[in-house]
């Protein structure tokens, strides 16, 4: 237990100093513009 709570917050503290100092890419976002891209090549044209 104390190991887990250890390492999470380590991770948690390692992720908040490396949002802070570099440009880390929004990962939702991008997923998010995948799929819509994914959605617009699916469908059929519509003429």
């Known amino acids: ?5 250890l ?3 380590l991770g948690n503290v390692v992720g908040m ?4 100092n570099y440009d880390i890419p929004n ?3 991008k997923l998010e ?3 819509k ?4 090549k699916k469908k059929p044209p519509s003429a």
């Open 27 to 29: 990962l939702a976002k």
């Open 33 to 35: 513009d995948i799929k």
């Open 17 to 20: 100093y490396l949002a802070q």
């Open 7 to 9: 390492g999470f917050t």
């Open 1 to 5: 237990m104390l190991q887990f709570l």
């Open 37 to 40: 891209d994914l959605d617009a």
